[in-house]
Nanobody
Framework: QVQLVESGGGLVQPGGSLRLSCAAS????????MGWHRQAPGKQRELVAR???????NYADSVKGRFTISRDIVKNTVYLQMNNLKPEDTAVYYC?????????WGKGTLVTVSS
């Protein structure tokens, strides 16, 4: 059974940083493409960053240069380092895994950027 559990969200001031974690079980995350998405109130869920099995990453234009996706193969965990956060980054952040049996999602972690 595939499970993805996000953590690390919270309240942060503009310009601050947070690191989100996504702990995976039931899959070896280095085998698949892993991603971070977010959904702000009243908006559609959007891709933030993705890391492929080979380790290459890609980012939404809105977060390039501020966010970094990475993974720890030993811990089977994917991270999203978020720097220089802006109020428009406020959203629920979801981790997902694109596997051969389907796409799996975590339940999300809330990030609020506000002074």
């Amino acid at each position: 059974q595939v499970q993805l559990v996000e953590s690390g969200g919270g309240l942060v001031q503009p310009g601050g940083s947070l690191r989100l974690s996504c702990a995976a079980s039931g899959i070896t995350l280095s085998t698949y493409t892993m991603g971070w998405h977010r959904q702000a109130p009243g908006k559609q869920r959007e891709l933030v960053a993705r890391i492929k099995s080979g380790g290459s990453g890609n980012y939404a234009d809105s977060v390039k240069g501020r966010f970094t996706i990475s993974r720890d193969i030993v811990k089977n965990t994917v991270y999203l380092q978020m720097n220089n956060l802006k109020p428009e980054d406020t959203a629920v952040y979801y981790c997902n895994a694109e596997t051969i049996t389907g796409v799996y999602w975590g339940k999300g972690t809330l990030v609020t950027v506000s002074s």
